[in-house]
T-cell receptor
Framework: DVKVTQSSRYLVKRTGEKVFLECVQD?????MFWYRQDPGLGLRLIYF???????EKGDIPEGYSVSREKKERFSLILESASTNQTSMYLC?????????????FGPGTRLTVT | TQLLEQSPQFLSIQEGENLTVYCNSS?????LQWYRQEPGEGPVLLVT?????EVKKLKRLTFQFGDARKDSSLHITAAQPGDTGLYLC?????????????FGTGTLLAVQP
């Protein structure tokens, strides 16, 4: 059974703190993604990675960075958290290649920045 | 930037009713997926449609990909409370963009018993 896990389900941080969100997948997928989900806006892509140490900006990368040192792990970093980064953060993974269209999602981390 | 608009944004119906959710774009996609997300969980894939005009059925759910590959619809027959959730469509681009998905704005469905 495929699995994507995220380090925390709920997180409360203060403005200006550095925040780390961790994601681990056990499917040996090449691609991993970080999204944020806000009501009425759907899922917006922050960053994705197609290989170890490789990353590409998504649609809303400002204020975020990522790290992928191992194939199974993809971290999202908020360098200095701000209240407008309060959101649901979803991690996903996907295999590359023919038929590899499906993205598998973790349960999400609901981050509140006060 | 490619955009996928879903309608309606919210839908509250009684058990047994039929409904249709629409997903529209001005962009062409190589494939289109539908996901359902339940509260407190991540989205889960329901179906992928790849060919223009394709129709796929999943029990009481019928999915259609538009002939021009710019739009899709999800029809639910005889809705049940278990169908409650957020429905998201997502389109994939061509070539190197197939790894990324563009997600729709979502349709929140509530089926009352």
């Amino acid at each position: 059974d495929v699995k994507v896990t995220q380090s925390s389900r709920y997180l409360v941080k203060r403005t200006g703190e550095k925040v780390f969100l961790e994601c681990v997948q056990d499917m040996d997928h090449e691609n991993m993604f970080w999204y944020r989900q806000d009501p009425g806006l759907g899922l917006r892509l922050i960053y994705f990675s197609y290989d170890v140490k490789m990353k590409e900006k998504g649609d809303i990368p400002e204020g975020y960075s990522v790290s992928r040192e191992k194939k199974e792990r993809f971290s999202l970093i908020l360098e200095s958290a701000s209240t407008n980064q309060t959101s649901m953060y979803l991690c996903a993974s996907k295999k590359t290649g023919a038929g590899g269209y499906e993205q598998y999602f973790g349960p999400g981390t609901r981050l509140t920045v006060t | 930037t490619q955009l996928l608009e879903q309608s309606p944004q919210f839908l509250s119906i009684q058990e047994g009713e039929n409904l249709t959710v629409y997903c529209n774009s001005s962009s062409v996609f190589s494939s289109l997926q539908w996901y359902r997300q339940e509260p407190g969980e991540g989205p889960v894939l329901l179906v992928t449609v790849v060919t223009g005009g394709e129709v796929k059925k999943l029990k009481r759910l019928t999915f259609q990909f538009g002939d021009a590959r710019k739009d899709s619809s999800l029809h639910i027959t005889a809705a049940q409370p278990g169908d409650t959730g957020l429905y998201l469509c997502a389109g994939a681009g061509y070539g190197g963009a197939t790894n990324k998905l563009i997600f729709g704005t979502g349709t929140l469905l509530a089926v009352q018993p």
